[in-house]
């Protein structure tokens, strides 16, 4: 049963950089039939779409994070990252990694747990 | 990239039908057949409930049906059940590997 698990830190300081990780188990990363995600959620509020990435690590962004966002891979830890910059209490939410199909334009078929990240000082 | 609109709420008896509607543009819902819905219970990561507009993920009950006509797109349960309680999220594909997701509706089973 594949599972992904986010960790990393709760507490981000204002203009500091959000880093977050996914470690995937039950299956490999490395694969053509999906690539791999970050959407989050504020608390009480819609789901928002962060940005993927393939196992070769080419990596697509939501345009209106693009600036602030990187999303990375390493296939040797079967995990991907995100990064976010220069954060405010705007980006305090609940992080999900995410496995997307490839072939199915963007179905989410499986989520990790969520970590609630909060900026604050 | 906007998101998609979705009524805040629906509600219906145990038993009914409820439809929940999502409507986008013709740059996504209406051009790619790649909508999903996902269903969310308070505290818990989102659930597949149907992808693809119309397609049933292994495990879903038969009584959810999704369906699409232009720009907008609906999520139909039928037989509602008070487990069927929750937030409910449609998403549609965007082009250039980009995903954008309705503001959510919260199911009400009276």
């Known amino acids: 049963q594949l599972q992904l698990q986010e960790s990393g830190p709760g507490l981000v300081k204002p203009s500091e950089t959000l880093s977050l990780t996914c470690t995937v188990s039950g299956g490999s990363i490395s694969t053509n039939s999906y690539y791999w995600g970050w959407i989050r959620q504020p608390p009480g509020k819609g789901l928002e779409w962060i940005g993927s990435?393939?196992?070769?690590?080419?990596?697509y962004y939501n345009p209106s994070l693009k600036s602030r966002i990187t999303i990375s891979v390493d296939t040797s830890k079967n995990q991907f990252s995100l990064k976010v910059n220069s954060v405010t209490a705007a980006d305090t939410t609940v992080y999900y990694c995410a496995r997307i199909g490839r072939s199915s334009g963007g179905t989410i078929d499986y989520w990790g747990q969520g970590s609630l990240v909060t900026v604050s000082s | 990239q906007s998101a998609l609109t979705q009524p805040p709420s629906a509600s219906g008896s145990p038993g009914q039908s409820v439809t929940i509607s999502c409507t986008g543009t013709s740059s996504d819902v209406g051009y790619f057949d790649y909508v999903s819905w996902y269903q969310q219970h308070p505290g818990k990561a989102p659930k597949l409930m149907i992808s693809e507009v119309s397609k049933r993920p292994s495990g879903v009950p038969d009584r959810f049906s999704g369906s699409k006509s232009g720009n907008t797109a609906s999520l139909t349960v039928s037989g509602l059940q008070a487990e069927d309680e929750a937030d409910y999220y449609c998403?549609?594909?965007?082009?250039?590997?980009?995903?954008?997701f309705g503001g959510g509706t919260k199911l009400t089973v009276l």
């Open positions: 990435i393939y196992y070769s690590g080419s990596a």
């Open positions: 998403s549609s594909y965007a082009g250039s590997n980009t995903v954008v």
